[in-house]
């Protein structure tokens, strides 16, 4: 069955908006009308132009053309959201699979562990790591993964759970297979069906979180297009000059949403209808 | 197992955990470069105030004593000043807290009021029109960044059609001609305590645009997660024998399959009472809210560490104890899980 | 009160009228005797003796101190006015300064003004010893020989009157109060004697004052029974209460709102210089940076009037070195550099540099040093230099250049307000060596400069005209030098209510409103 | 009290129509306890489910002739049994531990089906409750009333069911397997404790199973489904001694206790035919031993003395 007929229409609309961003995040200096702008190149001459032909989403507080800015921000965004959602399942999954499986002591202690993380507020413990990382990308992207994983291990160590009683591990553990291996060949790929599909779900809020920190100022470093940040320039001279926060914003609320139906339609596939 | 010794067990994890918070918020204090003297000694402190500020905070005590200084205060609640207004932090969690706290309330319940009952109906009528807008929007709403539905809402209801205030917690009229003493420090509490209406009815809209822009998260996630619990529920037995039995929908819908969804709402009633706890970050910028969050931001930004302890320990207390609160209200709602 | 259409543009459809908000209808009622305040920023420390904040505005109304700087309008000369002193001489060698207080002056707890509560008041804030407290640093004793007489003895010659005119660290207050801690001010107390009185300190919110009655002043007719200090931090909020009559006066709102405002029948913009000065300081001790023509071709590369125009909308002026118009020392022909690409390109060129990786630090809350860093850094990218852009707060960014130069930013951007009204707080705390810096976040240091900074002190007391010419000397060797980017001077922009009479800044108190000389046009 | 002639429900499905039921003739007199005997997914609990009008969605039931009681519904059959449901027609479910509201008190049960049906004040209805459930043999309802689902044995809460059952006041009712879920001796109560309820309230039962046993014991007449057809009607007891229909005979012998001590147990090879396949000829032709050509066309139904089958054997 074709990827698109299984993911229904709305799900086909949405990867192709993901698609889309992906493409325009790659491809930004040849895609955006006013690339060096897009960079962060100012121009002060057309300062705050409302939209027009020309710049369709008219321009920010230095002239430079949104349509471009949001463009290049959407390099920003998508990394943040899928590189938080990937770190956060490098560590939570482990976790999860060791305390699931192990249990005892292991489990105890792990699981501890994950409740301090959890019961630590996120977006706190998020603005804590980026203020002590200082600014800059990479540094908001660990300190949202930070805050993320504990719910990763919490899905894994359930699904391990589960697993752990099932006939087949039983039988394999029967015939000798050493722990790691059945933790690797036979939980782990039953595990990551439901884990994979709670990441696709999990990008769109991942992205929301990383434009969160940037719109309190602790995202990646100007010039660079971020939307958070667009949004939290924008709030200043809205709603007079309401394009420049309803640009990054809308395009913020699309990828999110995008990201949200694509990870719904891949959860009614996999049979669990949520 | 006795509900005592499940209480006690539940207890002794609980203060592992705020333990475990209060030590990372510790190690954190250590390992971000900060100068807390500088930041105590005042807005433009000279180099001697600095030292004196120093000595002051005994800074340069071995780690573990000052652990132990800083566990201690915890403990008692006497959480000391802010380095930054060397305002003693207690006084100002009395004031930001229970703001914090009332706002987390009314949007929890916001989003269940919305989510829950719109799960339930999406479910009844599956495939209907009303799960499929249904479905739609709580999508939408969960995809909606906050801050920009904040200006939304902002924009439309106070300054375009002005229905609703723009921000604050009540108008200053009030706190200029009468102000209302706090007693709880729940505004919409003190208000009915003092009898004054107008009050009431004042800090009511106060709230509406903040717990709106707060609920919406939180109510996406609870019409999906009700729907898909409704969805299961409505599948049952016990539910085609109810039927069978010449019960109305109605009856059914909401008397016999919705209790039985209570466990998956208090999942939800959970997490977005966290998510409201430290979420409101932003709304309580956007909207001049006078709460935990907005103070805590700014105590992070400029590192001022016991303002960043004492309300992460309390914030870690509330959820702890929610968490507690939810596990036994489950427990006693359904009567299958013996205690 | 005539509500103006505030969404003229397209904009989101629907929004076209704005109908008065139900919630400052009470406003009009009585709201002829209420002034609103909408005040950017906190009031973190309500202690007169401790204050160094924008609580300045709130304490400016409530206390009183000996004098009151106003600076000469448009070239004219500064002059002191009295106050809580009527009048004050110093002796020959200006180690001591007499004031003789002004009669029937009474504090807000009733008890009458007295040399005693003058001494203490001073006393008190010298052994905290927190905030401006410096100010008072050269006074070796203080003598009330009669209830109206207060002498102060110094170590060495200072302006006392210009020093008890400022605006922090100078009020006087009740004998009563000099007892009480840091707790009882900021829990919403005062012992001032200033036209108003602090009723209620809502913190981070609102401090609430009502007129004192017993005020030796004579109340303006038409003037307020009541001052609402309010805090709101986001500039959105605030310029809705201005438009929308909830507030009388602010600052702080978006430079490029302000041609809005100003079409806007119902407010006025006042704008004029103001003693803040925009500058970044070059890390003088890391290579290339030691070397001046590398700064000075930095300094070439500026695209000032870019700033001006992008940054204030065009109100900001250019700087001319690091003390602005109004104070004296202000050398109104200092030879600045204006921006010219070649020239820059030239100087880089002899010294070597082709390519080069700079760090510039600035507030992460301030747009109009963004805009510079983002100017610049475009300038900056046609001579190769790449200019890394770092926002922080401000603590992490003082920490970060007062830990180690080596390691610290390569240009360090700031805004500089005098604790009193003289040019030497600027030259001596940001350009006078220091073991460990304070505030010289540059690390600049030349014994020529120190010595110039150190005369016109000791001169300023005695000859003031001599100490001008020190501290132009000690500014223009500083240009030449290059130590730093001297940016603009940061205009003094509040938005007020047309209906408000008897308005004027006084850049000598930054953002700070006296009450007392306001009232509303019936 | 029941009367159905050639009763067919089809069900719309994206793979074409699927025949559930294909022609079901079905009489009960009042007062009678009718079993219902097929292998699972002959139609059993179609038929029920049609009955009590819970079809799903898009479900087309015809019938030559409908009549329950003194009401002819032949003509929209469905939504006059929706009508019918909870009134006049109830249901006892197969496992009542399913059956009954796991966070629901047995008293909050009760009174729901009470309240919806007899206008009653609080009293009164807990009062009625109390009396159903002694009626059905409960010790110490008034207790009961307090305690959950699962505090009760299972044979408990079949009474339970029941008891739901009876104090909707239909007097006409579906039991769908009662004792499968139960021990044996536990189900032969409750076989024991329904005749009683015939007898003392009058009351119809239609005995829906696919356990000989249940039929012998408890049931005065019985139908026998295959494949969504009824094929054979008749008295339990003419029907065990003398069955007339092949798959009738098939059924019988597959009883354990039928077969000679230690043979092996006969078995009918093959399985049901599909509900999407249309059958025009007889539909156990496929499986039966005594298979003919004619056994294409419709089989004829046979009368014997109050025992009906359809077959084109000649009776012997």
């Not at chain 2, 000694?41 to 120093?54: C, F, H, L, N, V």
């Not at chain 3, 012992?191 to 004192?212: L, N």
């Not at chain 4, 919806?116 to 009961?144: D, F, N, Q, W, Y």
């Amino acid at each position: 069955m074709s990827l698109t007929a299984r993911l229904g229409p709305k799900g086909t609309i949405a990867l192709a908006i993901v698609v889309l961003a992906v493409v325009l995040a790659l491809f930004a200096p040849w895609i955006s009308p006013f690339p060096d702008q897009g960079a962060g190149a100012p121009n002060i001459a057309d300062k705050f132009q409302p939209p027009s032909l020309t710049h369709l989403f008219g321009t920010d507080h230095l002239g430079r053309d949104m349509v471009s800015r949001v463009i290049y921000g959407a390099r920003v965004s998508l990394t943040s959201g899928l590189l938080i959602v990937f770190v956060a399942l490098a560590v939570g999954l482990p976790v999860g699979l060791i305390a699931g499986y192990a249990g005892g002591w292991w489990d105890e202690g792990l699981m501890r562990m994950t409740d301090v993380f959890l019961a630590f507020p996120a977006l706190l413990l998020a603005v804590l790591m980026a203020a002590a990382l200082g600014p800059g990308l990479i540094n908001a992207i660990l300190a949202v993964a930070v805050t993320w994983w504990p719910w990763y291990a919490r899905i894994a160590r359930a699904e391990v759970l589960a697993l752990r009683g099932q006939p087949y591990v039983e039988a394999a553990r029967l015939m000798g297979v050493s722990h790691p291996r059945i933790l690797i060949r036979h939980i782990l790929p039953a595990a990551l069906r439901p884990l994979s599909v709670q990441a696709a779900l999990d990008v769109g809020p991942a992205l929301l979180t990383a434009s969160a920190l940037s719109f309190l100022g602790l995202g990646v470093l100007p010039p660079t297009a971020d939307w958070g940040q667009m949004v939290d320039a924008g709030r200043k001279f809205f709603p007079e000059r309401w394009w420049y926060s309803a640009a990054p914003g809308l395009a913020v609320f699309l990828l999110a949403l995008a990201f949200s139906v694509l990870g719904d339609a891949l959860r009614d596939r996999e049979g669990e209808d949520a | 197992m006795g509900l005592g010794r499940y209480l006690l067990r539940r207890l002794a994890l609980s203060v592992l955990v705020v333990l475990g918070v209060t030590f990372l918020v510790f190690v954190a204090a250590q390992v971000v470069p900060s100068d807390p003297a500088a930041l105590y000694a005042g807005p433009r402190p000279t180099a001697d105030q600095i030292e004196k500020a120093r000595a002051e905070l005994h800074l340069d005590a071995p780690l573990p004593q000052r652990f132990a200084a800083f566990a201690a205060a915890m403990a008692t609640g006497d959480f000391g000043v802010s380095y930054k207004s060397r305002r003693p932090i207690a006084q100002d969690l009395r004031a930001y807290l229970p703001a914090t706290l009332e706002l987390a309330t009314v949007s929890t319940l916001l989003a269940l009021l919305i989510g829950i009952p719109a799960g339930a109906f999406a479910a009844a009528r599956r495939g209907g029109w009303l799960d499929r807008a249904g479905g739609l929007a709580s999508i939408a709403a969960v995809a909606m960044p906050t801050f920009f539905l904040a200006m939304l809402l902002q924009a439309f209801f106070a300054q375009g059609i002005g229905i609703l205030p723009l921000s604050g917690r009540l108008s200053r009229e009030i706190a200029l001609s009468a102000p209302l003493d706090p007693v709880t420090g729940f505004t919409l509490i003190d208000s009915l305590i003092a009898g004054r209406l107008d009050v009431f009815r004042d800090a009511l809209a106060h709230l509406i645009l903040p717990a709106l822009t707060l609920a919406a998260y939180p109510a996406g996630i609870a019409m999906r997660l009700t729907r898909s619990a409704m969805i299961e529920i409505l599948g049952r037995r016990h539910i085609l024998a109810a039927r069978a039995l010449g019960l109305s929908r109605a009856r059914i819908l909401f008397g016999h399959a919705l209790p039985n969804a209570v466990g998956p709402s208090l999942t939800v009633l959970g997490l977005s009472f966290a998510y409201a706890l430290t979420g409101a970050v932003l709304v309580e910028i956007i909207f001049a809210w006078p709460g935990l969050g907005r103070y805590v931001s700014e105590a992070v930004l400029s590192k001022d560490f016991p303002v960043i302890a004492a309300s992460t320990f309390v914030v870690t207390l509330c959820y702890v104890a929610m968490n507690l609160i939810l596990d036994l209200v489950q427990a006693l709602v359904d009567p299958r899980v013996a205690l | 009160m005539k509500r103006r259409d505030l969404l003229k543009t397209a904009g989101l459809a629907g929004l076209a009228t704005f109908a008065p908000s139900a919630w400052s209808v009470a406003i009009a009622q009585d709201g002829s005797r209420i002034l609103t305040l909408a005040n950017p920023a906190g009031f973190p420390d309500l202690d007169p003796s401790t204050s160094f904040s924008n609580d300045g505005l709130v304490l400016a109304n409530v206390y009183e101190g000996l004098t009151r700087y106003y600076p000469g309008t448009d070239g004219g000369t500064a002059t002191i006015e009295p106050v809580l002193a009527e009048s004050w001489t110093t002796a020959a060698d200006g180690l001591s300064w007499t004031f003789k207080l002004r009669q029937g002056v009474v504090f807000h707890d009733g008890t009458p003004l007295t040399a005693d509560a003058v001494k203490g008041s001073i006393e008190r804030t010298m052994k905290i010893a927190g905030g401006a407290a410096f100010i008072w640093s050269a006074v070796t004793g203080i003598e009330a020989p009669d209830p109206a007489t207060v002498v102060f003895k110094l170590s060495s010659p200072q302006p006392l009157d210009i020093i008890a005119s400022a605006g922090f660290a100078a009020w006087i207050f009740s004998p009563a109060s000099q007892a009480k801690d840091n707790a009882w001010f900021n829990a919403g107390n005062d012992g001032g004697t200033g036209p108003y009185k602090i009723d209620s300190y809502e913190p981070g919110q609102r401090a609430v004052a009502s007129r004192f009655t017993g005020h030796w002043g004579k109340a303006k007719e038409g003037g307020f029974d009541k001052v609402s200090f309010e805090v709101v931090e986001d500039s959105t909020l605030g310029q809705n209460m201005i438009q929308s009559g909830q507030a009388d006066w602010t600052y702080g709102l978006p430079y490029d709102n302000l041609a809005i405002m100003r079409a806007d029948p119902d407010l006025s913009v006042v704008a004029n210089p103001s003693f803040e000065t925009l500058f970044g300081l070059y890390n003088t001790k890391r290579a290339p940076l030691d070397k001046p023509k590398v700064r000075q071709a930095l300094s070439l590369a500026f695209p000032y009037d870019d700033v001006i125009n992008a940054g204030t909308a065009g109100l900001g002026a250019r700087a001319h070195g690091v003390i602005p118009p109004g104070i004296w020392g202000h050398d109104p022909d200092a030879p600045i550099p204006n921006t010219d690409l070649d020239a820059a390109r030239k100087l880089l060129a002899e010294e070597g540099v082709t390519s080069l990786d700079l760090t510039m630090t600035y507030a992460t809350s301030d747009p109009l040093e963004q805009v510079a860093g983002e100017l610049w850094k475009a300038n900056l990218e046609q001579l190769g230099i790449n200019l890394t852009l770092q926002p922080m707060a401000w603590e992490a960014q003082w920490q970060l250049a007062k830990a180690d130069p080596a390691t610290a930013q390569d240009i360090f951007v700031m805004y500089w307000w005098p604790t009193y009204v003289t040019p030497y707080d600027y030259l001596v705390s940001l350009f006078r060596s220091e073991a460990a810096p304070n505030y010289n976040l540059g690390y600049y240091s030349n014994a020529d400069v120190d010595k110039l900074i150190d005369d016109g002190a000791t001169l300023a007391g005695t000859d003031r005209a001599k100490a001008e010419d020190d501290f132009r000397a000690a500014q223009r060797k500083i240009i030449e030098d290059a130590a730093a980017v001297f940016i603009l001077d940061k205009p003094n922009v509040h938005v007020i209510r047309a209906n408000l009479q008897g308005y004027a800044d006084n850049p000598a108190y930054g953002h700070v409103v006296f009450a007392g000389d306001l009232s509303r046009k019936a | 009290m029941l009367d159905i002639a050639a009763l067919s429900v089809t069900l719309p499905s994206k793979s074409g129509p699927i025949h559930v039921l294909r022609r079901i003739d079905l009489r009960l007199a009042k007062g009678e306890i009718h079993g219902m005997i097929g292998e699972s997914g002959c139609g059993k609990t179609m038929t029920a489910l049609t009955l009590l009008g819970l079809l799903p969605e898009g479900a087309s039931v015809r019938a030559e002739r409908f009549r329950f009681g003194t009401l002819d519904l032949s003509r929209h059959v469905a939504s006059d049994l929706s009508a019918l449901r909870g009134r006049r027609i109830a249901l006892i479910s197969q496992d009542p531990a399913a059956a009954l509201n796991p966070v629901l008190t047995i008293g909050r049960q009760m009174d729901d089906v009470i309240r919806s049906h007899h206008g009653l004040a609080k009293g009164a209805r807990r009062s009625m409750a109390v009396e159903i459930l002694l009626a059905t043999g409960l010790p110490e309802p008034e207790k009961l009333l307090k305690l959950y689902p699962h505090q009760l044995s299972g044979g408990m809460q079949q009474r339970v069911v029941i008891a739901q059952a009876l104090a909707t006041g239909a007097d006409f009712l579906i039991a769908d397997e009662p004792t499968t879920a139960l021990d044996v001796t536990v189900g032969a109560q409750v076989l024991k404790l329904l005749r009683q309820l015939v007898e003392t309230r009058g009351l119809t039962v239609l005995m829906i199973t696919h356990d000989m046993d249940v039929v012998a014991a408890s049931c005065d007449r019985a139908t026998v489904l295959y494949a969504g057809i009824s094929v054979e009607e008749g008295p339990v007891g003419r029907l065990l001694s003398a069955p007339r229909h092949p798959y009738t005979q098939a059924l019988l012998a597959a009883l354990p206790d039928a077969a000679p001590h230690g043979a092996r147990l006969a078995t009918v090879e093959g399985s049901i035919p599909p509900p999407t396949a249309a059958l025009p000829g007889c539909a156990f032709a496929a499986r039966c031993p005594f298979a003919m050509p004619v056994c294409a066309s419709p089989p004829p139904l046979r009368q014997e003395a109050g025992h009906s089958w359809i077959c084109h054997l000649e009776p012997t």
